[in-house]
Every structure is written in structure tokens, then in C-alpha cells.
């Protein structure tokens, strides 16, 4: 919660002592919002050694940032001979679009989604343009190309930075088929080549990937994007476009939680409080003052529902049994 | 975390959190004269923990933590606890440093200047800093050596000499009345002891010095010195530094400026008297 009240209300550290500071600052790193908070706390009262840490999480965002728009313009260039529309997401499109939830991001991985009809294309050229394969593993490889939304991650073997080619937002195992068509018809150019989605569809894919999908590892943080995006774009025809997708559950309730924790400015009549989302929140609360992740069990009964959600009984037992038997667990 | 402990080496506080004591008593000891982090608030937070609740007593093993981790790094005996806290501190500077230009070196500072050694492990970075310390330099780090992007001066990281198999023997001779930890015999990387730094390096590790010599040494080949272009040292320092990288453009302002300035020597020595010697002579030729 230390954390979430520095967010939202930055005034609030001048109440910390030293053992308050450190704790924050654990917590932020643990969470990937180091960044974040030093801009959000940029030019507030605080002790030299605090202003000092935040000073170099900003000027480490900064680095960030160009990375990812430099590893966002190879991408541009490897895929300039593909005939077809290279679309940001996350923290590339954030900060590429100059939003205000990517101000100060950690941003590791570059997400880009491309029609499904050119994913053999973009593969290709990219394999071309020195990316390679990161999962050896054949069964990790088959079950990216037959289920998951997303090719299996690439790494450029000069640069050593990662990137995600989606075709669509969820895994195509999901129960809930958002319309990736759409979202790529109406997606926003950005002037140079590449293209952002449109600010709904950023909001329905953040909250697809908080709660539709995932075990909410990191959650402090796209529930944060979240929080910017509603608060600079607002909610005009965000209702209409997440039923459209088949997200309105997902949005409402990333809309519910961000205001329960960031006072999100939402309309009056979706603050409401569903059964379950104290659980939700203890999920994304779970974290002590030394940056440990805390409440094992909460924990693991977020991972095995973001299995549940992924697919369908069956296909789980056999997945979970194959990956078993491959050594691999979980915690 | 039951067990704590705060320091500052240098620029930099840390918080040391473990689920046993051994450890934390260790370090309470041997760097019992260095100050505690600025302001109370340390950079980075290293946690040394049991990953199952039986490994706390049950062949109890040390997994380092902290702000900032390597996936794969394997636990260590809680006998060699120490270890596992200087190694989980170092990591911490390697992965998230921001705030200066990090070389894998060793330091010693006379004048207000300083030497930089760097160099492979068992080039003998910590031998060499910790005999010249013997010999009057002020020990500024056999670690990492700071480079402030701001200033180009350098900065002091001294924490406990960490050294390895036969340098042990050779700097107890040199350094009769030093103190030094626990002898942490069958490491992954051999025997280890680690030497405390001088009171004069603790005294005065808050002023930094300006850059004066460069040396890359080599240990265990005929004595031989060369000097290097500074594409070969800028090349060098570059895979010497963990955080060139990540600090952009103010990692290659800071790194061509020290190039730029500072003379660079390789130098090949038989044996640590004649190290020791060839630096003096380095040293006094500039």
C-alpha cells in the first residue's frame, strides 16, 4: 500500500522516516515502478539519499526509453518490406506515442501485433534481420504456434534484446476471442511507419492482459498504465469497445481496482464493489518492505487460475502433466 | 528479515537482511568501522534466505536476493554465508548501478590520484592493491572502481579484499597485523579469505581522485610492459564495465573522457615483488 499511496498521492512521503523510504523504495523495484515513482515524486521534499536514488531510476528510464524506440525502429526496418501493419503495444507504444503511462516505465521486451495472415512473413524477416530462437525446447516451440496469441520470443543475437510478435491479445485457448481485426484497422499511425493502438483498445489490451490472462505478477504496474491511460483518454467509448471484444469484465473490473487503489477518475456507476475483488487486491498488495513477494498461497491460487483461464480442463491436465514430467515446477 | 545489517561503503549504503545470524555477525565484525548508509537510506537491499523453510537448519543453504538477482545463481553453504553476502552486494552494484560508470578494478590513490588496475580473475587486481596498500597507497577499492560521468573523478568502493588461493598466504606475510575473515576453504572459486581495508581507507573513502594510470597486469609471465592504443583500452574497459550499456550516453561521455586522458600500460609480472615494483616505476615515470 506504500507504494500505491506514493502513486497516488505523492505528497504523502513527507511522512516517511528512513525505515518508510526504504521500504518504498524495495517495493517500487521489486514491482518495476522505480521509474515511475521518481517521476511521479520529481521536485517533492525528501532526503538527499531518496532524491538521489529517484534521480538515477529517472535518468535510467530515460535510457529506457531510447532503447526501446531504437529497438522499436529495427523492428520498422527488418519488417519495412512486409506489407503489412506494425502495430506497438505496451511499453514501446507508450512511450513511442509520448503518453503519460510511459513516463519513467521500465520497459524490457519490444510487443508488436501483426495480422495473423502475415505472422509467416514478419518470422522470417525478422530471422533474417538477426533475430533467433530463445525456447530450444520443441514441445515450448509447437505450443506457441498452435495456441498461444504470439509467436515464441525472439532475441536479436547483436543487441540481446527480445522481441514478441502477437497476432491477437489472448492466447487462442482463452474463452474470450477479442477481435485483433479491429484492433488493427483502428489502430493510430504514428508518422513514422510504425502504428500505436487507439487509446480503447490500449485500455482493453492492458486490461486483458491483467486479468484475462496471467497470474497478476506485475500487476501494480499495468494496473498504473492503466491508471494514465483512463486518466488522459477517459471512458467516453470505452464501455461500447471492451463489450465488442468480449472485455468488458476485464475492463470494468482493471477500472474498479485502479480507482479502488489510484483514484482513477471512472463514471459513478462502475464504482461498484464485485465479491471478489478484495482478492484481487490482496493479490496485487502482496509484497513486504523488503521487496519479497508475500501471502504464498493467494499467489498460487492467482496461478493456477491464469492456467484455468489459458485452457480448457483437458488440454491443462496434459499440458501440466508434460510439463512435469519435463522437471519444471512452478514455485 | 530477522536478521539486519547497514552499511556504507564508499557512495553507496546497503541493507543486508538474512535468515541466520552467522552471516550478519560476520560482516558486523569485519566492517565494524564503516559508516552507516546516508540519511539512513541505503541504494540497494540484499537479502540472503532459505529458498524451502527446511534449508534454514536442514543443510542449511544461502540463496542470494535482493533489488537485484541473476536468475540461476546457485545457494551457497551457510558456512560460507559471508561469501554469499559479498557476492549478493556485488550484484547489486553490477546489475543496478546508474549513478557512476562501474570498472571491474582495483584502485589505489597517492596525491589525490589514482591508479586503476583491471584485469581478468587471477590477473591479481586484489594482490596488488592490497600489497601497494601495504606499502603506503591508500586502498580506494579491489573491486569495482567508481567513475563519477559528472567529474570523470573517481570514486572509492572499499570493501573487504577478496583473496583468492595462494594470494591469501602471500598478503597474511605482507600484511602481518591486517586483519582478515574467516578462511572460506572448497568455494566455487577456490579458497577465500577476505582482508579488512586499512583504517585510512575507511577514513577517507568519501574523496574521490583523478584518474592517473591505467594498468591491465597479468600475472604468472615474464615481466613485460606495452602500452595500448586507446581503441584497445576504450575496447577493453568497455568489457570491464557492467553498466556501460545501460548508462547510454553518459557511460560513453564518461569512458571516452578517461581514455582520452589517462595513460594505459599492460604489464606481464612473474611474481608480486615484481608487480609491485613495475607499477612504482610506472608510476613514478608519469
Known amino acids: 500500500m506504500l507504494l500505491v499511496c506514493a502513486l497516488r498521492d505523492p505528497a504523502s512521503v513527507a511522512s516517511l522516516d528512513a525505515r518508510g523510504w526504504t521500504a518504498l523504495l524495495a517495493i517500487a523495484r521489486a514491482e518495476q515502478l522505480i521509474g515511475t515513482l521518481a517521476h511521479r515524486l520529481d521536485g517533492v521534499m ?155 483498445d490500449m485500455i482493453c489490451h492492458a486490461a486483458a492482459h491483467l486479468f484475462a490472462d496471467g497470474d497478476l505478477a506485475g500487476g501494480l504496474r499495468n ?60 493479490r496485487l498488495l502482496a509484497r513486504d518492505g523488503w521487496g519479497r513477494p508475500t501471502r504464498a498461497l493467494t499467489r498460487f491460487g492467482f496461478y493456477a487460475r491464469s492456467h484455468w483461464l489459458r485452457m480448457p480442463p483437458a488440454m491443462l491436465v496434459r499440458h501440466l502433466w508434460t510439463k512435469w514430467s519435463k522437471g519444471y515446477r512452478p514455485v | 528479515m530477522r536478521h539486519v545489517f547497514h552499511v556504507r561503503i564508499g557512495p553507496v549504503g546497503f541493507r543486508i537482511g538474512s535468515d541466520w545470524r552467522g552471516p550478519v555477525a560476520e560482516l558486523e565484525r569485519l566492517y565494524a568501522g564503516y559508516p552507516q548508509p546516508a540519511d539512513g ?98 586502498l580506494m577499492g579491489d573491486e569495482f572502481a567508481l567513475i563519477d560521468p559528472a567529474t570523470g573523478l573517481v570514486h572509492a568502493f572499499p570493501r573487504l579484499v577478496s583473496l583468492k588461493n595462494a594470494a591469501i598466504g602471500a598478503v597474511g606475510a605482507a600484511l602481518p597485523r591486517a586483519r582478515f575473515g574467516p578462511l572460506l576453504a572448497g568455494t566455487p572459486k577456490g579458497d577465500i579469505r577476505h582482508l579488512v581495508p586499512d583504517a585510512e581507507a575507511v577514513a577517507r573513502m568519501d574523496r574521490p581522485a583523478a584518474p592517473a594510470l591505467i594498468l591491465f597486469p597479468r600475472f604468472g609471465f615474464d615481466a613485460a610492459e606495452r602500452g595500448l592504443g586507446p581503441s584497445e583500452v576504450f575496447v577493453r574497459l568497455t568489457q570491464a564495465s557492467t553498466n556501460y550499456v545501460a548508462l547510454g550516453e553518459r557511460g560513453f561521455a564518461a569512458m571516452t573522457r578517461l581514455v582520452g586522458k589517462v595513460p594505459a600500460r599492460a604489464i606481464d609480472y612473474p611474481d608480486a615483488e615484481s608487480g609491485i615494483a613495475q607499477v612504482e616505476t610506472l608510476w613514478n615515470a608519469l
Not at chain 1, 484492433?183 to 493502438?197: E, F, K, P, Q
Not at chain 1, 471512458?235 to 468480449?246: C, P
Not at chain 2, 536442514?58 to 553476502?85: E, K, M, S, W, Y
Not at chain 2, 559479498?86 to 546489475?95: F, G, K, R, S
Open chain 2, 41 to 138: 537510506i541505503p541504494d540497494f537491499t540484499v537479502r540472503l534466505f532459505a529458498a524451502r523453510p527446511w534449508r534454514r537448519w536442514l543443510r542449511p543453504a544461502v540463496t542470494l536476493g535482493g533489488d537485484f538477482v541473476l536468475p540461476d545463481a546457485a545457494p551457497l553453504p551457510l558456512a560460507q554465508g559471508l561469501l554469499a553476502a559479498e557476492m549478493a552486494m556485488n550484484l547489486q552494484m553490477a546489475l543496478g548501478q546508474r549513478r557512476y560508470l562501474l570498472l571491474h578494478a582495483s584502485a589505489v590513490e597517492r596525491d589525490g590520484r589514482a591508479v586503476l588496475m583491471t584485469g581478468l580473475s587471477g590477473a591479481g587486481k586484489s594482490t596488488l592493491a592490497a600489497l601497494l596498500a601495504a606499502r603506503g597507497w591508500r
Open chain 1, 223 to 282: 494496473l498504473w498504465d492503466i491508471h494514465c491511460l483512463i486518466e488522459e483518454f477517459g471512458t467516453a467509448s470505452l464501455a461500447t469497445r471492451a463489450h465488442h471484444h468480449g472485455l468488458w469484465p476485464a475492463v470494468s473490473h482493471a477500472a474498479r481496482q485502479a480507482h479502488a487503489l489510484y483514484r482513477t477518475p471512472i463514471p459513478e456507476s462502475w464504482r461498484t464493489q464485485e465479491g471478489l475483488d478484495w482478492l484481487f487486491r490482496r
Open chain 1, 46 to 200: 525528501m532526503p538527499a539519499a531518496a532524491a538521489r536514488i529517484l534521480a538515477d531510476a529517472r535518468a535510467s528510464a530515460v535510457e529506457q526509453r531510447r532503447a526501446a524506440l531504437w529497438e522499436a525502429e529495427a523492428a520498422r526496418r527488418a519488417l519495412a518490406d512486409v506489407n503489412a501493419p506494425i502495430v506497438l503495444l505496451k511499453g514501446a507504444a507508450f512511450v513511442a506515442a509520448e503518453l503519460t503511462a510511459g513516463k519513467g516505465r521500465s520497459i524490457g521486451d519490444l510487443d508488436i501485433l501483426v495480422p495473423r495472415a502475415a505472422i509467416e512473413a514478419v518470422e522470417h524477416a525478422l530471422l533474417a534481420a538477426g533475430w533467433e530462437w530463445v525456447k530450444p525446447d520443441p514441445y515450448d516451440d509447437a505450443y506457441y504456434r498452435r495456441w498461444m496469441h504470439e509467436l515464441p520470443p525472439l532475441i536479436h543475437r547483436e543487441r540481446d534484446r527480445m522481441i514478441d510478435v502477437h497476432h491477437t491479445i489472448l492466447p487462442l485457448t482463452a474463452r474470450i476471442t477479442p477481435d485483433a481485426g479491429a484492433m488493427i484497422a483502428d489502430s493510430v499511425a504514428l508518422g513514422n511507419g510504425l502504428r500505436v493502438l487507439s487509446p480503447e
